[in-house]
């Protein structure tokens, strides 16, 4: 029973520090832990893929920047749409794109999956790049009203104050983490599990692979869609380079590696630490690229699973248990 | 000579320029990805890296002739170290640790050249030798795209003779098919794996150095030409010479008259065809391997 | 009636004819060894018939149905369920969870994104039943990865037993074990597959003769003799088949 | 009468002796007081200063616009300290700046400006290069009702009804007086063939609108025989200037600013394309050095600001900064780049003596304070006359266009600037932005 209620506990002290957290660091570090929590759920949707299932894919971006685009354009167009409304239509967005680009995905596997998703992601790039009528192209889209959070009883929330969108998002943001979670304790979870280690034997035992991957391709694609939308209301300006570019891809991936690929919270704490670091480097130098370059390095080079598998090292060393995560 | 028939060779000519230069770099690629299963995307970084070697050789009194010799071979070098201390171990992760190590080397080198040599853009002039134009049946044409032309035509003689008819080369095209077999055969593979890739990044060093008195050198330059060889190898075929050769000249001629005749369209078709290529020939057009 | 009828199974690669006009029947209930010296043809014939690779010609019956062509998971959920020669399980998890795998399967659970799976009771409790039927219960938390080589050998069993198949395909499941760990395995094989029909590929002979009903012997893609081992043992061409041109 | 002639004689004789002597002391005080100042590493006052945050990209492709307004900011801010700093809420307080790096893309725009205005608490917010950046600059102040300088992108749709707040003022000068100037220029000139190349973002479609709109104005014989629109930091410039030669144009007028400036011209020349560019960005020593004298000549640059000698203080400031650059300068500020105070640069010099002035009139950096005493202010910069237009914040002046030629004064080994052009502010003043209610009269 002592380990439900260490948990039970440890979430209640969470909840309380998430609580407080904007009262106690001021707005400016308000903002950067939504930033943080942005980039966690973007990473953890990706290591639903890459640590889960072992399909890298290059390409996150693509959901990432349709569900933002999508929020941003229905706000922009549909006047009086309600905040919820807005962001259901960016995951909406964001799935839509994974089931038409599944089928094409989900037959490859390895380097050719990741190069596929590279190209595909790169494709929609281009194309809001150029489409600047409807996508503001290079300038981005931004202006667009954010309307306040209606509940029924009370009046709206205001959501361009800060301290208000924080306590959204993070509900947001931290419920989609935990159904995430949810979603890898499932059967289909074990399955994708499966597949990671042996997709031939999978086949074998009568799971109909191909399936299953577009299943996790589609989920894991809606709630980077939903980051996205969180995106869009936070910063009330989306360009293509900001949530379509290259590095929009990279960075989930680097935050994962960083973290721990084989672990779920693996990826928020390499969300973290890259924003710790970033936050604290911008004072120092420009050249962030380059720190965030040369751990990368070093963490494949020396410690392949990231932090948790240090982590993980030391707890197996110390507690003498035989896990392998 | 009118002024139609003369926009249409000019662009071809641009075409095959621009499709010379994307061979170069392509062609390194893909050697090494048939070799090693690596697909460096670093290695259009190294292309600009050797761009900016040409830059402080030139400072540093010599020609640019000297800066032709000596950037790719210094490229080449630091390629050959990347693979040894950093690629070399981690075959354990299987393709997504390599693949992830060299976006890795690809920012650091993106940004340790800023810090080198600064933000803002380095001009080279053309050779003398080089300068001015030439011309062809009525065309004027800049005698240095011609020269590009031919460098890398020689350059693809050189590979071509090098792969078909020396020992190395045979070793080199039995490696793409199966390298653990011709380790078993007893050929020190890593040796190989390691002049493979100092040829690579010393092909792309070559078109950094070719390419540097067209553009001006400058930190964005990687992105463009590491998208576009990308796409080539990929489309071309992994691992495919051919494959490389033919795409790169089909895609420096779309950038061409991509821009005469649909200049919005010209960038997206590239990634639709390079999407179509992957989804229904995963191999590519002459690949032998995923 | 028999449960799998092969009708002249033709399989040639880039030239080399592997299969060249098999006929193979198996009987329903029957455990029946398939033998025949290296290079025969037998794990290939394993393959064309569970579906790895397409067959160049001819046909495959299961329970009257034509199964050639169709995919892995089509044929498992008919029934086939199969070994692999080389150990294939899942390393970096438990034995509970390999076995569990099966057992999803075979319960259907297959797109459930909904109930977790550790609260199944129903799934759990007959994946602990089917691994104290395969003596691996006391191992059950130990990652795949760290098992005894033996006790893989007898997780991959249990895996191609876990879908509970009509039709159960082992491919040589002693390969490389001790002498005194195959008994307790053809032991294992005996209890698991009882009312079960069983092909097996083994080239230790005692395991063939204690397990099997009927053998077929193969040699150069065809089939040399489809009998009972007592007639088997002692016909000429199978000796000539394994030991070369026969002395005189 | 001789008398009073006499006496009169006297006092313009002490008049001009006053002049001369105080100019003598003036560019004596400013050389001292510039004696030491070093661009590469500025002195940062501590304490309670006036917090300017300078938002520019300092990394990415175009970082080298952080490094190029750097020196005009730190420029003002060194001389005005060294003159005890600017009387503030009733003390005298030292000028910082503080640098805010938008990378050159949007997001990181918004990151580095509510870390300048949350974190460091900055007093006015100056940039930034990229209209789509300085955009988000914009909101993001006005967000936190901090006073935005925008004081470099020249788009008009900065200041139009949708995007205008109160809290931004546009020193520059904007797309349509660009535009216009150009057009103004050509009114009167034989060529008739236009080829557009702009870049492939709001900036460069607006620029070509309102050119094709005035070029209709002033010229209506004259013909647009090509439109294209190339992606920002292009690297290839071939295939256009193929299609630019096909065409027959005569003239190619582009927006193009560094580093997509210099790629289009140096590549133009080198392909044996030597038609001259209508353009406002192509008039550093970088890109006119690469293409040398020939090269360069017949460019016709168009811009808010040129370097000349008629104003006495700018006679002073170019003596003092060229004799600096010569003499004290290290990397990068030893560069061709910066032997004079050109173009964009001296601009944002004069723009940002104007700004100081506005604050020390203000008597505060409190922003309603601000905006009282700027909205409508006429001030006498060392480069003509700059009015604030009270409602849509926009700066009317006279803007210059000059066709370069050799010898020019300033530079030897390429043509330069010689005839100036000037465009009164009155023809180029630019419309009141439609749908703003405050514009309504």
Redesign the interface.
Known sequence: MTKIWIKTLAAIILIGLLIAFPKVMGVLNTNIFIGFAIMALFAVSLNLM?GYTGL?SFGHAMFFGLGAYTTALSLKHIDNLPISMALLLGVLGAVVCAVIVSP?LVR?S???F???T???G??MY??CL?FREVTGGADGLGGFPVPDLKIPFTGGIDMTDPVNFYYFAITVLGGCILLIWRFTKTPIGSVMISIRDNDNRVDYLGFHVPSVKSLVFIVSGGFAGAAGAIYALFQNMVSTDGVLG?FTS?NP??MT?IGGVSSFTGPIIGAGLLTILEEFLLRYTD?I??F???V??LM??FA?GGIMGIWDGVYRKWFKRRTLS | MD??T??YV??IM?GL??GMLLFLVASGLTLIFGMM?I?NLAHASFFMLSAYFCVSVIHMGGNFWLALLAAPIITAVIGVMVERF?LR??H??G???E???T??????I???V??FW????H?I??PSALAG?VNIFGL?Y?L??LFVIFLALAILGLLVLFLFKTKMGMIIRAGVSDAEMVEALGINMPLVFMMVFAAGTWLAGVAGVAIS????V????A???G?DA??VV?VGG?GSLLGAFVSALFFGLL??????FL???A??LM??F??LV??FK?KGLFGER? | MNILETKDLLFDYSGHKVLNGVNLEIREGERHAVIGPNGAGKTTLFNVITGSYKPSSGSIKFQGREISGMKPYQLNRMGVGRSFQITSTFAKQTVFQNARMGILSKQKVRFNPFSKVDKMHKITNETNLLLEQSNLAESADMPAGLLSYGKNRALEICLALSTDPQLVMLDEPTAGISKDETKTLVELIRKLTENKTMVIIEHDMDVVFSLADRITVLHHGEVLACDAPEVIKNDPFVKQAYLGTLEV | MKRCFFLLRGVLTLLVLGMLVTSAWASDALMDRMADFDPSNPVVPKGDTIKIGHLNPF???A??N??LYHIALHWVAHDLNKQGGVMVDGKLKKIEIIKGDTMSKPINAKKAAERLILGDKVDLLWGSTGSHISLVCQQTAAKYKKIYVSALSISDSLMDAENFNRYTFHTPWTTSQAAKSLAYFYAKRPEKKFYILCQDYSFGHALAEKFKGYLKEFRPDAEIVGE????L?T??F???L??I??S?AEVIFSGDW??DS??LL??SR???LNLPFANMYMDDP?TL??VGVEGSAGLVNANQYMINDMDPRTRELNKVWNHLHDSKWE??YNSS?YVWPLGVVASAINTTYWMMDVVERAGSTDPEKIIATWEGDKYNSFAGVLEMRACDHVTVRDTYVSEFSHPAKWFDNFSYIDKIVTVPSYVVEPPLPEGLDRCKK
């Open positions: 890459l890298l094409l490859l390895g380097t050719a990741s190069m596929l590279l190209a595909f790169q494709l281009i194309v150029k290259l990279f991936i680097i590696i050249r690229a380059l965030n370059g040369l990368l390095i494949i080079k392949p | 002024a139609t003369a926009m000019g662009q641009h320029a621009y299963g697909l950093l171990g981690i354990a992760s393709h997504i640790g693949l992830i190590l976006v890795g080397v690809m920012m650091v993106m940004e340790a800023q810090v600064g933000t803002d853009s001009m002039s053309v134009m004027q800049p240095y795209r008195p067209l553009l001006s400058f930190p964005g330059m992105d463009q030409m998208m990308f796409v990929v992994f950038n061409s008259f991509g821009i005469q200049p919005r369209i960038p997206v990634f639709v390079m999407v992957l989804s995963p995923e | 990394s990415g492709p970082a080298m952080g490094e294209d629109y190339h992606p930091f690297k290839d071939a295939p256009y193929e299609k030669k096909a027959g560094m580093p210099v790629n140096k590549q080198d392909s044996g970088i050095g690469v990397e990068p780049l």
